[in-house]
Structure formats: structure tokens, C-alpha cells
């Protein structure tokens, strides 16, 4: 028993060397702890942090988790709640008319993202329920196909995957035609005309560029097309000042 109250005791001044490491203001690391969410928001960077995100996307997206934290508590939210509902309730509802204090990021895409990953983390943890299940679209399957290119014979990062994947998904869904993907025909030119997608609230100014990527191979008729993703380069926000 003593054997393993001593490495508990191990694991979790490992954990707070870590947290420290990431967050080096006290007040910053005080008030992760004394917020709705509490000590999940520790163990959030700490997932942040074994998937590869750099230092500065990491704490953007704790302050994200932060901002939604404060939400949650206002509205008596419980976290088991928690899900896909209430993240576009914080997003089209609360971003617009934000007043909260300091951190309050507010770019819908940015906050979307963070939450996402928020979601995945609360799931893999079981603190919150799976999603319904949802049979898998044409673009579902391509796109997941896409990622495992990306991952096993790319070796890309989590973190610009999860950017590429979704780069990917808006592609292909300009190229729906009645329910079939078009990969057919595709061409620098072609794609410069399909329009940039609608800018939300808030957002910064888009920069679009076409850069070549991997081939997509059609689920349907397994057939390879070269396909060029539009990267879309925002400026960042100006980080919320925290000494961190």
C-alpha cells in the first residue's frame, strides 16, 4: 500500500511540474483551479501537451476551455451536459455579445476548434457521453481515409491534421453534386473560382492560397484524384496577456 501511495505521490508531482512548466504564472494556474471546471482544465493541457501542440496554440486553447468554463458556470451547467449543443449555444449565443473579463477569446472558428478538442478530451476521459452515432457520409469516409495518409505515411503532427482535415472537408464538400463527390476535372483554375468560405463574426481577414496535396482516393469507384486544398492562412489573434 505504501509502495503505491508513493507513486501516486510521483504522478502527481509530475503532473504539477508539467502544469507549471506550461503555465509558469501562479494566478493564471489559481485560476484554471478555482474555476467551473476545476482541475479538468489541468488535465485538458496536459492532453494538449502529449499530442504535439506548440506552447502558444496549447494555452489558446485552455483559455478557449477557460472562457467556456466561466459560461458553463454562470448558466449552472453541469458537465456532464456538456456536448456539441452547448458548444454552438457558447459560440452563436454568448461570442457575439461577450462583456466576460479577461481571458475571452471570442473568433467563432478558433473557439469551435478548441472545443472540439475539449469534446474529444471529456470523451476519451469518460466524463461525458459519446455522440450518437450517425451513419458515415462519402465525405466522412474520404476524409478519415485522408487522415490516415496524412498520419501513417506523412507522419504529420495532430495538430496540423487537424487543420488539413478540415481544409479537406470544405473541398470536398464544394464539390458535391447530388450526393456524389466530383474529383473529376480538377485544375489550379478550377479551384481559385469556388469561393472563399463566409467570413463569421469577428473573424480576421482571409488569405487564401493553393498549395498541391496528397491524392484522395474516391470511396465509391476507389478511384485516385490529385486534389489542391485551398490553406487559409488567419492572422493570429493577439494573445491574451497572462505571463504565462
Not at 502527481?12 to 478555482?34: C, Q, Y
Given at each position: ?62 483559455q478557449v476551455a477557460e472562457h467556456f468554463s466561466r459560461w458553463l458556470g454562470e448558466h449552472g451547467l453541469p458537465v456532464h451536459e ?24 471570442i473568433h467563432p472558428r478558433n473557439c469551435r476548434s478548441a472545443l472540439g478538442l475539449l469534446l474529444a478530451f471529456l470523451r476519451q ?18 476524409v478519415r481515409s485522408y487522415d490516415a495518409y496524412l498520419n501513417d505515411v506523412a507522419g504529420l503532427a495532430f495538430e496540423t491534421r ?83
Open positions: 500500500m505504501r509502495k503505491h501511495g508513493g507513486v501516486l505521490k510521483t504522478l502527481v508531482g509530475f503532473k504539477t511540474a508539467m502544469i507549471e512548466t506550461l503555465f509558469r504564472s501562479r494566478v493564471v494556474r489559481r485560476r484554471m483551479a478555482d474555476s467551473h471546471l476545476g482541475i479538468i482544465l489541468s488535465d485538458f493541457a496536459l492532453f494538449l501537451e502529449a499530442r504535439g501542440h506548440v506552447l502558444t496554440s496549447l494555452q489558446g486553447y485552455v456538456i456536448g456539441e449543443t452547448l458548444v454552438e449555444r457558447f459560440v452563436r449565443g454568448h461570442l457575439p455579445r461577450c462583456r466576460c473579463p479577461k481571458p475571452h477569446p476521459t469518460k466524463r461525458i457521453k459519446p455522440p450518437a452515432r450517425t451513419p458515415d457520409s462519402a465525405i466522412d469516409r474520404l487537424f487543420y488539413r482535415r478540415r481544409y479537406a472537408r470544405e473541398f470536398l464538400q464544394s464539390r458535391l453534386r447530388r450526393g456524389r463527390i466530383q474529383l473529376t476535372g480538377l485544375s489550379p483554375k478550377l479551384l481559385a473560382r469556388i469561393p472563399s468560405p463566409p467570413e463569421e463574426a469577428n473573424e480576421p481577414v482571409l488569405i487564401v492560397k493553393h498549395v498541391e496535396a496528397p491524392p484522395l482516393v474516391c470511396p465509391r469507384c476507389g478511384q485516385r484524384a490529385l486534389v489542391l486544398i485551398r490553406i487559409i492562412h488567419r492572422p493570429k489573434a493577439p494573445p491574451i496577456c497572462d505571463s504565462s
